[in-house]
Structures are given as structure tokens and as C-alpha cells.
């Protein structure tokens, strides 16, 4: 798993290249906690290389939007793939989070 953090123009972009399961989320969440830091921007998760995410990976979205919505923030999810759009249909994301 390899995350890529561009900071531009005011927003952030975090591409998240591979698979997100439990370890791997375990070795980027230093690097996804920092970006809660720039979490009254916006911030960009850019899954257009994300190939699977697991509950842990879930939970290192919903820890950034609720960090963004505490510094009057948002958290955009772009690129998704259709097995990962089901993954956010089933477990509610779908509607916690502005996709693109």
C-alpha cells in the first residue's frame, strides 16, 4: 500500500495506491493522521488506485471526515471502482461522503 500527498491550491489530494486492508492500514495511518491536520481544507482521497479496503481502511476515512467536519472541513472520495462504491452502498458511506 503507497499513499502520494499533494498539498495544491488549498486542498489536498491523498492517492491511495493498492490494497487497503488491516495491515496496511496499520503502516499509512501515521501519514492519514497528519493529513487530519489539514482537515479545515479539503481534503481529496483519490481511490482511482485503490484496488480493495477493508473495515480498518473504512475506518481511516470516517476518522478524516470526522475530523473535517470539526474544523468546518470536507473530505471528497474520488475514483472509486464499482467494488468499492459496494463496499460503500452496503456499509453507508455511499451517503457520508461527497464522491466524485
Do not use: H, W
Request: net charge negative; with cysteine.
Amino acid at each position: 500500500m503507497e499513499v502520494k500527498i499533494t498539498r495544491e491550491d488549498g486542498e489536498v489530494t491523498a492517492l491511495l495506491i493498492g490494497r487497503l486492508d488491516t495491515p496496511a492500514s496499520l503502516e499509512i495511518a501515521p501519514q492519514m493522521n497528519a493529513l487530519a491536520e489539514d482537515a479545515g481544507g479539503t481534503i481529496i482521497l483519490d481511490c482511482t488506485e485503490l484496488e480493495y479496503i477493508s473495515s480498518s481502511g473504512l475506518r481511516i476515512f470516517i476518522t478524516l471526515r470526522k475530523a473535517a467536519a470539526s474544523k468546518g472541513g470536507k473530505v471528497i472520495v474520488r475514483g472509486i471502482s464499482n467494488e468499492i462504491r459496494s463496499v460503500f452502498m452496503m456499509t453507508g458511506f455511499l451517503n457520508l461522503f461527497e464522491i466524485q
